[in-house]
C-alpha cells in the first residue's frame, strides 16, 4: 500500500469512527442558545415546557433580509437578549447563555459605523458583561482571512458554548455563485459550529419580491443547511415595523412577531399582534 493510500485509509477511518451515530445510544436535544416563546409538549409521564429554539448550540442559523428592513436592529436586538437572557426590548426573546461568549462579526461596515452598531446591545442593558461580548468588524482583510480568523479565536479564546453572528457572510467567500466554493464555506461554518459548540447566525441579504436567500449559490446552501431560516420583512400593518418570519425550521416554528426601532434608536419588540389581514 502506498503512502497516499494509507493516508486516505486513515482518513476514512477517522471520518468512520467521528460520524458514526449509535442507535441504541440516546442523543439529547441540543441546549437552546436563543429561543422566542414556548412549547407545551404532551406525553404520558406528564406535561413539559420547552423553549421555541431559534437557534441551538452546535447548529447555524440564518438571518436573511431585503434593503432598508433595519436587520443590524434585529441583530442588535438578539445580541442584547442573548447577553442579558432578557430585557424589556426583547419581548419573549430569551437568551440561554450561561457563562458563554457573543463573538459580533461585521464584514461590510467601517470602523466608525461597527463601533456604533456593537455599542446598541450596551445602550439597551447597560448591565451586559463587556468582557463576554467580542466585536470586530473584518471589512479590511481577505475573506480567506476572515473565515481563518474567526476559526483561530474560537479555538484560542472560547471554552463555553456562545453565540456567534457573522453580518455579511457572503464577504467570507471569493464567489458566492461559484457552487464548490459556497458548498466549502458552509461546511466549514458546520463543522466549526459544531466542533466548538457554538450557535453561529449567518446574516445575508435577500432580494425584493423573493422569498429565497439572495447572494447566489451561497444562499442556496444555507438555506439547505441552516437549522432556522428567520426572514424580515417590511411590516403590512404599520411602515414603522419590520416583520420577522419563520422561513424554515428543523424544530418547532416560532410565532410570527414585529418589531420597531423607538425614539432612541433601539429596536424594540411590538406587543400588538401581527394580523397579515388588516
Known sequence: MTEKETEQNMLMEFIADTCYIDINKKIDYP??????????????????????????????????????????????????????????????????????DLIHIDTEQGAWHCSKVFRRPLDMDRDIPKDKYHTFALRTIGFKERLEFIEYYLKENIKEPSLVIIDGVADLCADVNNIEQSNQLVSSLMRLSQQQNVHIICVIHQNYG??????????????????????LEANTVNKNWVTVKCGRSRGYSFDTFSFEVNEKGLPTIVNDLYDPLK
Open 31 to 100: 441546549p437552546v442558545c436563543l429561543s422566542y416563546g414556548e412549547k407545551v409538549l404532551q406525553s404520558d409521564k406528564g406535561d413539559s415546557i420547552i423553549p421555541i429554539a431559534l437557534g441551538t448550540f452546535g447548529n447555524l442559523s440564518v438571518i436573511t433580509a431585503p434593503p432598508k428592513t433595519k436587520k443590524t436592529f434585529f441583530v442588535s436586538l438578539l445580541a442584547s437578549a442573548f447577553l442579558s437572557g432578557t430585557n424589556i426590548y426583547g419581548g419573549d426573546i430569551k437568551g440561554h447563555r450561561g457563562s458563554g
Open 210 to 231: 423573493s422569498q429565497k436567500l439572495g447572494t447566489g449559490h451561497l444562499g442556496s446552501a444555507l438555506e439547505k443547511k441552516a437549522e432556522t431560516v428567520i426572514s
